[in-house]
């Protein structure tokens, strides 16, 4: 693959990101290859960069990601993109939803590490959390933006992020090369939920990067009340 020339300097700057950010990010790097049980493959320092960092500041050419107030990120696994976008974006708060205890539990040890105050770990599977009142202390309409990177199809994203967006919100799913027939049943699905595509976006975030596609669709209508339904349905029965 060659050498990696992004760093977390080289990408702050690309970015347009406060100074601060970079040892963050430094931090989050060194915690991510030195952390005893990582749910990644991608944890050397070269690695992770490009697989993690450059990654997830990729949403960032997203305006309505890059203005969120409130942003979910959904199946966080080791913590990416949210993260790092919690770093990016000092004045939001990121819930990272991620049904494995295990795997919450390393997002806040290397949350702890590079001292990202503004992210935090939720352990619940997206439709439970989608399904909880914010009054509450669910996410139900709680969220401007929510994320997903290798977690389902378009049509399982939807029904998973439309009961947590106001209106207005967006979701930006990390995906690589474009499919025409998922992206099809994803539109159906969307329409089903009270959602509308808008853009698929192609990015690079680092050299030598292929098909990766920054899907958004937005929230324009109140999701229907049967929505989401029981955890698994949305992957078993899909709405498209």
Same mark, same amino acid.
């Given at each position: 693959?060659?050498?990696?020339?992004?760093?977390?300097?080289?990408?702050?700057?690309r !970015?347009?990101? +406060?100074?601060?950010?970079?040892?963050?990010?430094?931090?989050?790097?060194?915690?991510?290859?030195a952390?005893?049980?990582?749910?990644?493959?991608?944890?050397? *320092?070269?690695?992770?960069?490009?697989?993690?960092?450059?990654d997830?500041?990729?949403?960032?050419?997203?305006?309505?990601?890059?203005?969120?107030?409130?942003?979910?990120?959904?199946?966080?696994?080791?913590?990416?993109?949210?993260?790092?976008?919690?770093?990016?974006?000092?004045?939001?708060?990121?819930?990272?939803?991620?049904?494995?205890?295990?795997?919450?539990?390393?997002?806040? *040890?290397?949350?702890?590490?590079?001292e990202?105050?503004?992210?935090?770990?939720?352990?619940? *599977?997206?439709?439970?959390?989608?399904?909880?009142?914010?009054?509450?202390g669910?996410?139900?309409?709680? !969220?401007?933006?929510?994320?997903?990177?290798?977690?389902?199809?378009?049509?399982?994203?939807?029904? !998973?992020? $439309? +009961?947590?967006?106001?209106?207005?919100?967006?979701?930006?799913? !990390?995906?690589?090369?474009r499919?025409?027939?998922?992206?099809?049943?994803?539109?159906?699905?969307?329409? $089903?939920v009270?959602?509308?595509?808008?853009?698929?976006?192609?990015?690079?975030?680092?050299?030598?990067? *292929?098909?990766?596609?920054?899907?958004?669709?937005?929230?324009?209508?109140?999701?229907? +009340?049967?929505?989401p339904?029981? +955890?698994?349905?949305?992957?078993k029965?899909?709405?498209?």
């Amino acid at each position: 693959m060659g050498v990696s020339r992004e760093t977390p300097a080289a990408l702050a700057a690309r !970015y347009g990101l +406060p100074g601060s950010t970079v040892g963050q990010l430094d931090r989050l790097l060194d915690a991510l290859e030195a952390e005893p049980d990582p749910p990644t493959t991608e944890r050397s *320092r070269e690695a992770a960069t490009r697989a993690h960092v450059a990654d997830a500041l990729s949403g960032l050419e997203i305006e309505d990601l890059a203005q969120a107030d409130r942003i979910a990120d959904l199946g966080a696994g080791a913590g990416f993109p949210g993260l790092v976008l919690a770093v990016a974006l000092p004045a939001a708060i990121l819930d990272l939803v991620e049904s494995a205890r295990r795997k919450a539990v390393v997002i806040e *040890r290397l949350a702890r590490a590079a001292e990202i105050d503004n992210a935090r770990a939720i352990v619940a *599977r997206a439709e439970e959390w989608g399904r909880a009142p914010a009054a509450a202390g669910g996410g139900a309409g709680h !969220y401007g933006a929510v994320t997903a990177r290798a977690l389902a199809p378009l049509a399982v994203l939807v029904e !998973y992020a $439309a +009961p947590l967006l106001t209106i207005g919100g967006v979701l930006v799913a !990390y995906k690589g090369a474009r499919d025409g027939g998922e992206e099809r049943s994803g539109d159906e699905a969307a329409r $089903a939920v009270g959602m509308e595509p808008l853009e698929v976006r192609a990015v690079k975030p680092f050299g030598g990067a *292929r098909n990766r596609h920054l899907h958004v669709l937005r929230k324009v209508s109140d999701t229907p +009340p049967a929505i989401p339904r029981r +955890p698994g349905m949305a992957v078993k029965r899909p709405l498209a």
